[in-house]
């Protein structure tokens, strides 16, 4: 019932393609595990079959970079819940990328980037799992909810970077890097 690869397939990549939503799960060594929902269209990319990386607008706090900066682990999970039934993790290491880091240019080319953008978290694939997702129940998207970028477009920017950069510490009082430019949504350079 569940299969392991060393990377991305090319049906795991057409998966992914159909999915609204996704997870991500991370840890330290101590304190909380860290669970995230995360949608809006178009924040997930496959960089390779053994690259992935999502786009992380500002939100209540910052829980995947302060794990990701302390020892990279990270799980991502899909679950397709129209058919087939099907469950995907991704397993691998990651580290968040923020505007003023070397590589942002590179990874900032693959999004559209969205009011509010915060940072791209770039994971590189360890393995991949997939298992039968039979529990999973059949949902269909009704549709996207437009307030997180609505509000992030309401915001006067530098009082936005101003907020953020106060948010140095996740929950558990680990130590986070803050952004340090609003975003006011920019396209990708094709």
Known sequence: ?????????????????????????????????????KGLAD???VLSPNRVAYLDLGGSGNETHAHLSLDGRITIMMC??????????????????????????????HFT????????????????QTS????????????????????HEQQDPDEWVLRFQGRTHSIDGLPTRATDRFIAGEAPDQ
Not at 21 to 37: K, M
Not at 132 to 151: A, I, N
Request: hydrophobic share 45%.
């Open 1 to 37: 019932m569940s299969d392991f690869t060393q990377m991305l397939t090319p049906a795991h990549i057409a998966m992914i393609g159909k999915q609204a939503v996704f997870f991500t799960a991370t840890a330290a060594a101590e304190g909380r595990i860290n669970l995230s929902p």
């Open 43 to 45: 924040t997930f990319r």
């Open 80 to 109: 397709n819940f129209e058919a087939p039934a099907l469950i995907m993790r991704i397993y691998g290491t990651g580290h968040p990328v923020l505007p003023a880091d070397p590589g942002w240019d590179e990874l900032a080319a």
């Open 113 to 128: 980037l969205l009011p509010g953008t915060r940072q791209i978290f770039d994971i590189a694939v360890d393995s991949v």
């Open 132 to 151: 039968c997702g039979w529990g999973v129940p059949v949902m269909t998207l009704d549709h996207e909810r437009p307030t997180m970028v609505k509000w």
